[in-house]
Every structure is written in C-alpha cells, then in structure tokens.
C-alpha cells in the first residue's frame, strides 16, 4: 500500500515544486501526508472491524446511482495512477539504457505480468520484492541527499506552511498535484481489503488489537514515504533552484542535470534506477486497487491478469500519444496533471469514507451480527 505514495507521479510534482519554488511546498508534503495517515487508519478500522472493504460498504449504504458515479471516478483515479507508473518507468527505461519513449510506454505492460507472476509465489515473496524496491528507492535518495548536504534552517523553514500557495496559481496548481499524489484516493479502497489478509481473533480485543497493529504499520509505512517525498523535493530544491537556473521541467532533464550540479557523477544514474523501481514497485497497486474497486462496486470479478492489461491498455493510449509528440517535456507536464486529477479526487473519496465510517465511533457497530458488541473503552464486553 506505501509504494503509492512514493510512485513517478509524487517525483514529478516534488522535482517541479522543489526546483521552481525552493523548499516552500514541503508544507504541503507534511500536511498531506498527515492527512493520508488519518484517512488510511479509517480505511483500516472499516475494514478490520466490519470484514468488509470501502467499495463493498458503499455498496451496502449508498444508491445505485451514488455508487456508479463513485466507481467512474475511482476508475479515473486508477488509470492517472497507472498512467504516471507507465510514464515514470518509460522515461527511466529511456534514461538509462536509451529506450525510446513509446517503446519503453509499451514494454511496461510486461511488468505488472511478471510482478503478478512473482505474486503467485506466495505472499512472502511478493512482500520481500516490494520492500527491496523500496529500500532501494529510499537508499538512493538518502544518499543523493548526503550529496547535497542542505541547509537544515532553510529545510525546516519550508515546512512552516505560507499564505504564498493559495495566491499563487502555479504554485497552488503544484500544491494540488502534491495533495493527489501523497493522499492516493484508490489507496483508501485497497488498503481497507488488503488489511483483511492478515489473521487475528474475532473478538472484541482481538479486532482492537489487529487495527492497532495495523494502523501502527500503516504510520511507519507513510512515515517512510514522507521522508522519500521529502527528499525529492529537498533535492530538487538544493541543486536546480539557484540564480539563473532554469526550472526542471521533466524528468530527463533532471537526469541530465543532476550529475554536473551536484558534483557527482553516479548521481543521475542513482536517480534513473530508483525512477525505474519506483515504476515497478507501484505498477501493482492500481492493478489491485482497480480489481478490489471493480468487484465492490459493481460485484464483478475479474483475474487479476484481465484487470491489469485492461487498467494498462486504458493508461497506454495516452501517454504513447505525448511521449511521441511533445516528448519528454509534454511527458512531464502530463505527470503532474494526472496527480492534480488525483487531487480533485481526494475529497470525494473522503468523504465516502467518512460517511461509510467515522474514525470516532465505537467499531463494534461494524462488527457483522454474532460478533461481541465492544465498548470503545473496553470496560466493557456482551456477547
């Protein structure tokens, strides 16, 4: 569930945000990111508490019609995931072992078949690959940071938030691309199903003590990839926000530029490996994501394989058309905006959330009938 929050898309909005307006938008990061911990510890409590995730509770307590129009919009939210995963990856193909764009576009939908072959292994492998890729996203990161050595004031200054993002439309227009990128609307339906797979005691305490595990995992997860998003945005803002240096505009350019202004020449190849295992590692959670939101929703079952050509397919289309027209400069300015379509997704799957299931309230009320009835407190206990 935490390698969406670290995916192409997030490098993106943090490189512009960072190289355009220094340090001033890790306000935003640290914001978002609070915010993506208490909807996530929703998101757990629903889905351990009532056996259910959120696409199946909104079938159960909203209309038809609410509902359609809740899953087009979460399908959206899933493919301009799908579609950063497919951008970030090809640029980083293309980076590194000179793949051209549209080619490495095509060659991503290989990917989410060997990483759903890898998951048939078992679950422990498939975590194990995961958390490799995501150490290694971290490790690369942490080491470009040592590089650059910023300055610790100017770094803390920028997660004081300033009045400067909301009257500045580029800058707000970034600040959205960040809050989509960070609170990763379809995240919310994935992780309130995938935090069912985990066996514990069906009663009182035993749920209790599952969704403590749970959102304490989920808070470590986030915390690591505040620091991942953090670092992006610190990088970007140390070595391309100087005097009379333009913008980054694109991820190749970053690539390029990295080594000669940061004074190491391993560098841009640290970046393009990390650019292609955060591809990777996140190609999987649209596929799930996607297939939990189908089967909810709409009570369809799909394989996994289905749904994932199918989410790539839809995700495929338009990023070969810019990466064969407007090239890398287009294929940058599409990453942001498919994290802005996130963004203005955000508070409709939060509030479905909130309306399904209110972090406050006592979760024996979501227990299905049979379940012991629990106080919050835990005073007290009937069966």
Known sequence: MAVGYMDPGNWATS???????????????????????????AAVRLGVASG??????????????LNFVLWIGCEIAVIACNLAEV?????????????????????TVIDVMLVLGLQRKGVRYFESFIIALVALIGASFAIQVWWLHPPVAAVAQGFLPTSQILSRPEMLYLAVGIVGATVMPHNLYLHSSIVQTREHDRCGAGIRQAIRYATLDSNIALGLALLVNAGILILAAGVFNRPGQVPVASLEDAYRLLSPLLGVSAASTVF?????????????TGTLAGQIVMEGFLDIRVSRAKRALLTRCLAIVPAVVVSAWFGHAGVGKLLVFSQVVLGLQAPI?????????????????????????????GASQSR
């Open 52 to 65: 259910s995730d959120l696409a199946q509770s909104c079938r159960q307590h909203f209309s038809p019609a």
């Open 349 to 377: 799957r939060c509030g479905s959330a909130f309306m399904v299931y209110h972090p406050g309230e006592d979760i024996s009320a979501y227990m299905p009938s049979g379940f012991a009835r629990v106080s919050v407190s």
């Open 272 to 284: 393009g490996i990390a650019l292609i295992a955060s591809g990777l590692s996140s190609s999987i």
């Open 15 to 41: 490189l512009s945000g960072g190289s355009s307006y220094g340090y001033s938008l890790l306000s935003v990061i640290l914001l978002s990111n609070m915010m993506a911990m208490l909807l996530q510890a």
């Open 87 to 107: 951008l970030g990856m090809a640029c980083g193909l293309g980076l590194l072992f000179h793949i051209p764009l549209t080619i490495g576009v095509c060659i």
